[in-house]
């Protein structure tokens, strides 16, 4: 009897703590989908996946992405209604797909890049990279991307400094 009623005490705790976790998981996603739902109506616009699920610790390949979107959809209409695309996310998150990429082997690709080892990317260099290299940005990608990690003083992108932005803690 002692055994039993512990077990289930066990089970209740596992799943409590469980609920906990997944509730903390849907108010990140509800947060980061809130910052692109301007109309304040529970959708985004296709376009903003991306950037929600990157600002999630989440970094799908674009083919990865597409599938995503292509499940959360609402018949090709380029919306996405929050009623779709949170239990898809929380899946992802407690899934743990698409993780980010290790902080030592992003340094690794900056110093490929950097090939004179000054530290620092010039603009030009990163978008002759990012677009032309790999699974290529978009013009606007690179738009988005050059804002927020530029040092706009001198117009150079100081990698070392912007690992712990790219590399996100995506304990839940």
């Given at each position: ?22 509730s ?43 599938d995503?979107?292509a ?6 209409t ?60 978009t ?18 992108i ?15």
């Amino acid at each position: 009897m002692l055994l039993s009623n512990t077990i289930r005490q066990s089970m209740a705790d596992n799943k409590q703590s469980a609920e906990v976790i997944v509730s903390e998981v849907h108010k990140k996603i509800r947060a980061a989908f809130e910052a692109f739902d301007y109309e304040s109506n529970n959708t985004v616009d296709v376009r903003e996946i991306g950037t929600i699920i990157y600002s999630l610790g989440c970094f799908p390949s674009q083919t990865d992405l597409h599938d995503f979107i292509a499940e959360v959809e609402e018949d090709h209409t380029g919306y996405i209604h929050l009623n779709r695309f949170l239990p898809a996310m929380t899946k992802v998150l407690l899934d743990h797909k698409f993780p980010p990429i290790a902080e030592d082997i992003l340094l690794q690709a900056f110093e490929v890049l950097d090939k004179e080892k000054k530290g620092y990317l010039e603009l030009e260099e990163l978008t002759q990279y990012m677009t032309l290299e790999g699974e290529p940005f978009t013009q606007e990608e690179m738009d988005e991307m050059l804002t927020a990690l530029t040092d706009h003083e001198n117009n150079r992108i100081y990698y070392r400094d912007l690992l712990s932005q790219l590399t996100i803690d995506t304990g839940v």
